[in-house]
């Protein structure tokens, strides 16, 4: 009778791997579902639209409310909402002391600080379900990116702030603000962006995971690969 053989570094190898791409898909997907901005037309020094997408990330509440926070320190001069079916929205407007000039000159003794909306009873953005809103404004201010900082709650009282910044150089935090990166005005830029906003997930990430699974497919490849040769040579050895 043959000694039980102990487990074949291969086939540990090949354990390893499939259950670190299942750990990293699923990393990817849960990394994904933040709150995100985009637009297709702001641009510094200029007005557009900027739509939040808003993902539920709860199996068993809906989303009822989301408070968006403006730049009080470069603030919009004028801030217009979108109306959304089963949606109040809510504008708060902050004294700013000492009054800002904008980058066009004008002063602002006061400006739009939060934006809610809150969803009718009974509505919400339900759990597998996501819901865009959208605001109308500018100027911007002239900068690459501005920031805004966001809470959302849940029907159970549970809340998510997505509020942490982003650092160049850096890894995106576990809860990141919704980051508008402003265009420089090219068609090519904007169609770029609105590109990426067509899926629920950012085309970034989208990119990240394809480029993982071609990795882990590539690894797999190989091990079966060495699996191969290592069985054509125990049956020359056999022989």
Same mark, same amino acid.
């Given at each position: 009778?043959?000694?039980?053989?102990?487990?074949? @570094?291969?086939?540990?190898?090949?354990?390893?791997?499939?259950?670190?791409?299942?750990?990293?898909?699923?990393?990817? *997907?849960?990394?994904?579902?933040?709150?995100?901005?985009?637009?297709?037309?702001?641009?510094p020094?200029?007005y557009?639209?900027v %739509?939040?997408?808003? @993902?539920?990330e709860?199996?068993?509440?809906?989303?009822?409310?989301?408070?968006?926070? =403006?730049? !009080? /320190?470069?603030p919009?001069?004028?801030?217009?909402?979108? @109306?959304?079916? *089963?949606?109040?929205?809510?504008? !708060?407007? %902050?004294?700013?002391?000492? +009054?800002?000039?904008?980058?066009?000159?004008?002063?602002?003794?006061?400006?739009?600080?939060?934006?809610?909306?809150?969803?009718d009873? $009974?509505? *919400?953005?339900? +759990?597998?379900?996501?819901?865009?809103?959208?605001?109308?404004?500018?100027?911007? @201010?002239?900068?690459?990116?501005?920031?805004?900082? %966001?809470?959302?709650?849940?029907?159970?009282?549970?809340?998510?702030a997505?509020?942490?910044?982003?650092? #160049?150089?850096? +890894?995106?935090?576990?809860?990141?603000?919704p980051?508008?990166?402003? !265009?420089?005005?090219?068609?090519?830029?904007?169609?770029?962006?609105?590109?990426?906003?067509?899926? #629920? /997930? $950012?085309?970034?990430?989208? %990119?990240?995971?394809?480029?993982?699974?071609?990795?882990?497919?590539?690894?797999?490849? $190989?091990?079966?690969?060495?699996? =191969?040769? =290592?069985?054509?040579?125990?049956?020359?050895?056999?022989?």
């Open positions: 009778m043959n000694p039980a053989r102990p487990a074949r @570094p291969a086939s540990r190898l090949a354990v390893v791997l499939l259950t670190l791409t299942g750990l990293l898909v699923a990393g990817t *997907g849960v990394a994904s579902a933040h709150v995100r901005a985009s637009s297709s037309d702001a641009s020094g200029g557009g639209k %739509t939040f997408r808003v @993902p539920n709860s199996d068993t509440a809906s989303t009822v409310a989301l408070r968006i926070q =403006l730049p !009080t /320190d470069t919009l001069a004028s801030v217009q909402v979108q @109306p959304v079916a *089963g949606w109040t929205a809510e504008l !708060t407007t %902050t004294p700013l002391d000492p +009054p800002v000039t904008t980058d066009h000159g004008d002063t602002l003794d006061e400006a739009v600080s939060v934006v809610e909306f809150r969803a009873a $009974g509505g *919400g953005i339900a +759990p597998g379900q996501f819901q865009e809103f959208a605001l109308s404004g500018g100027p911007f @201010p002239e900068a690459d990116a501005l920031s805004f900082p %966001t809470v959302q709650t849940y029907s159970d009282g549970a809340e998510s997505w509020i942490e910044p982003t650092v #160049d150089g850096q +890894p995106e935090p576990e809860s990141p603000a980051v508008l990166m402003l !265009t420089s005005g090219a068609a090519e830029p904007a169609a770029v962006d609105e590109a990426s906003s067509a899926t #629920d /997930d $950012g085309g970034s990430d989208g %990119t990240a995971t394809v480029a993982l699974v071609l990795a882990v497919l590539g690894l797999l490849a $190989g091990l079966s690969g060495l699996l =191969l040769g =290592l069985a054509a040579r125990r049956r020359t050895v056999s022989s």
